[in-house]
Every structure is written in C-alpha cells, then in structure tokens.
C-alpha cells in the first residue's frame, strides 16, 4: 500500500500580510501531480486543512477544488481536523463526501472506525483521531487523566481493541494531529500545552505500523513509525531552514514501513539577516539573499534613521525587521529581553507573581491556580473555534497574524516591524 503524507496545509493563511494562496494552489496542484504520476492508491492529510475555524472564501474554494481533483483521480483521502480547524464545520457533508471516496474524521467518537483499503496484501485500516482537546473530550473518551497523554491512550486504547477484532495481518495507520516528543516545534504552531505539559510519548502508538502525525512544522520522523510530514509551506521565519515535503510512504507484507521525501514548491526562499545597518547594506554575502523574503535583525546600539526605507532599497522582500541592540552582558535591559526568549505563557505568568511580590514565586496550590486558568481559557477558545466562532478564528490567527508578537516592555528596547510601520515584538506566539 503506497500512501501520501501531509498535514498542516493551513489554507487561507499569509506570511508577514504576503497573501499565500497562489502559493497553496500551486501545492495542490503539486500533490495531485505527485499522486497521480507516483500511483498513490491513498492521500493522507493529519489535520490544520485551514488556518482558522472560519476560513476564507477563496480558502474553502480551493479545498473544494483539492478535493474534486482528488476524487477525480479516483485515489481514497482520510483528512483529520486540527487545533486550527473547526472540526464541526470541516466535517459537515462527511457522509455525502465520503461517497467520493474522501473520508473526514471530525469526530473524536469514530476514532475507533476505520478506513479500510485493501491492496495485494491485505487490508490496510486508517484510523482517523482529530485533534483532541484534553477538556472537552476526557470524559467522553474515559481518559483517566487530564491532559494530552492521557486522551491519546484512551483514543488509541479504542484503535488497538479494534484492530484486535480485524483478520490477523491487518496493518494498521494512524492519523494523529499532535505534539510527540523529541519533536523539533517552530514559531507558527498554537500552543497546545495543557497542565504544564505539550507534548505525548511516542509510545503511545505503540502496536499500529504507521503513525501520519500533523502539527508540527517540520518534517521529521520520531521514529521509522512515527513521523511529521510538516506544513508543505514556511509560516513562520524560523522555518528557514526547514525543507518542506510530504513522506511517500511504501507500507510492505506484514508492515514493513519504507518512506520518501517528496519536496513541496517554494514560493520565494526565506532569510534571516543580522547585524548593524550599513553592514547589512554593505555586506557583498548577503546579496544570495536580495529575491528572498527577509527578516532582519537591527543590532545597532542606536535605533537607526528610516531603517525599513533603506534597507527595501536592497532588500525588496523584506518583511519583518526587529530592533535587538547590541548591549554589554550586564546591561539589565538585556538580561530582561533573555529571560523572556522560550518562556513558555505559565512561566511567564509565575515569574510575574515573582516579581510582583519581590521575589518570591507562587507555591505548588497557586502554581496548580495558574495552570487551572491558563488551561481553561486556551480550552474556551479551543470550543468557540470548534463551534465556528468567527471572532475566536480571526483573532487566532487573522490574515495579519502570522509571525505576530506579544509586546514587550519598552525598557527591553526590541521591535518588529512590518512594511506598513512598527510592531512592538519580543516573544514570538505559537500560532
């Protein structure tokens, strides 16, 4: 059984305002192109199909488009919902749908229903787990603990006691939009943290032979079972570096797993530059870098005159410029802006009540207070999204969100800023 794995296509979604959807088009066309000279017999998308639970017209145009060109070429889809998607609204039609041969799971309740292909082999069963959102499905699922452990045990409890009733040598795959360990994360995914906690061991998909995992940006195998095909586009800076594709996936007799980087179309390559101003301008290395879209990083003591202007001029693409001045190690300003860098929103808060009451931090009853609360307004805004509540979804993660910034204190002295102006910037949101 040969089958295509992707994830996070986050439809509707920009870059620093860059509209992406010609980009997005061009990646369906390159996924259909993909599926049919490559003779996948099944598509496998593990969640994130739009960027907010309320999408775009033109968004939802192109899914719809995706999914005739799929149905056309006659090859089987499963598609989950994510932490992005609504998952009422994306699986609305699912019965009707399904008749063209793709298969939407939205339902945490039919986790336990599969798919089931066939090829020379054998049967093959896909089972689909949407995002599970530990506060709303714990108890439907009779998970015995709160957080995204234990939810994915009791789902995936669910899947083995299935397959366990399938004919001996049934191999199984599982689509799962989550955060495993040892998973590499980057800027432009949500958080997800619930308790203090984000991530799931990878053991829990021990006894199924593939695991098609969404959410994370990058592609990357936890195991040779367990892998991310990451978002087949960069959302963020900090995914530079990263190669963007899909894992072909060749699944043998008796669950032999053997898998191939397919490379996604980049639209425009990205950079991240460093430095003072006229060394930026000056630098004859950085000129590889004058058709990519750019994020500079100003580290001039000084915030220098017109910088956006001026740097444009030899960088046109610029998109995001950030104010980092260079300071001594001592300098209390710099030791701020550093203590924030990877702070995750519950240690930010605790080291707040720290500071509030001169130093000393929350104990165990008022750290459990901060994570009760934190978890129940992420939880809130995980149900409106999954309710379609436009104004959860665009304040999520609107057409200007992407790469947003929560505001630091002035006194840190860093800044974002975009084409139109300045953005005050210091912590980038997971989005």
């Known amino acids: 059984m040969r089958f295509l794995h992707t994830s996070d296509w986050h439809l509707g979604r920009s870059f620093h305002r860059v509209n992406l959807l010609a980009a997005q088009r061009r990646f369906i066309d390159h996924l259909v192109a993909t599926v049919r000279e490559r003779h996948v017999d099944a598509v496998l998308v593990a969640g994130d199909v739009y960027d907010r639970a309320v999408p775009p017209l033109a968004a939802v145009e192109l899914f719809d488009d995706a999914l005739h060109c799929l149905a056309d070429l006659g090859v089987p889809t499963v598609m989950i919902s994510g932490n992005h998607d ?174 191939e980087r397919v490379d996604c179309p980049v639209p425009r390559p990205l950079a991240r530059i460093r430095g003072r101003i006229e060394d930026l301008l000056a630098d004859p290395g950085l000129a590889r870098h004058e058709d990519a879209w750019v994020e500079a990083t100003l580290t001039d003591p000084a915030r220098p005159h017109e910088p956006m202007p001026r740097l444009t001029r030899r960088f ?82 609107g057409s200007a969100a992407t790469g947003s910034a929560v505001a630091e204190s002035p006194a840190a002295g860093s800044a974002a800023m975009g084409p139109a102006g300045a953005t005050p910037s210091s912590r980038k949101v997971a989005r």
Not at 125 to 140: I, S, T, W
Not at 316 to 328: G, I, K, M, N, Q
């Open 86 to 259: 609504s998952a009422r609204r994306l699986g609305v039609g699912a019965g009707l749908i399904e008749r063209a041969g793709i298969h939407l799971r939205t339902d945490p309740a039919g986790c336990a229903t599969p798919v089931v292909l066939a090829d020379d082999h054998g049967d093959v069963a896909f089972y689909g787990l949407p995002y599970l959102e530990p506060a709303l499905v714990r108890e439907a699922l009779g998970a015995d603990g709160t957080g995204h452990t234990a939810v994915l045990r009791a789902a995936m409890d669910r899947v083995r006691a299935d397959l366990a009733t399938r004919p001996p040598g049934t191999r199984s795959v599982v689509l799962a939009h989550a955060f495993v360990t040892g998973g590499a994360p980057s800027d432009s995914e949500r958080d997800i943290t619930v308790g203090g906690v984000a991530s799931v061991p990878a053991e829990v998909f021990d006894g199924v032979d593939y695991a098609a995992l969404g959410h994370l940006h990058g592609c990357q195998a936890i195991t040779e079972r367990v892998r991310y095909s990451g978002s087949p586009l960069a959302y963020s800076f900090s995914e530079a570096r990263h190669r963007k594709s899909m894992w072909l996936v060749d699944l043998g007799p008796g669950g032999a797993v053997t898998a």
């Open 316 to 397: 046109p693409h610029l998109l995001s410029l950030v104010f980092d001045p260079e300071r001594a190690p001592e300098d209390p300003l710099a030791s701020y802006a550093q203590r924030l860098r990877g702070r995750t929103d519950r240690q930010i808060a605790e080291d707040f009540v720290a500071h509030v009451r001169g130093g000393r931090g929350p104990d165990e009853a008022e750290r459990a207070v901060l994570g009760v609360a934190l978890d129940a307004v992420r939880a809130a805004e995980t149900e409106s999204a999954a309710t379609g509540s436009a104004a959860t979804g665009s304040a999520a993660t």
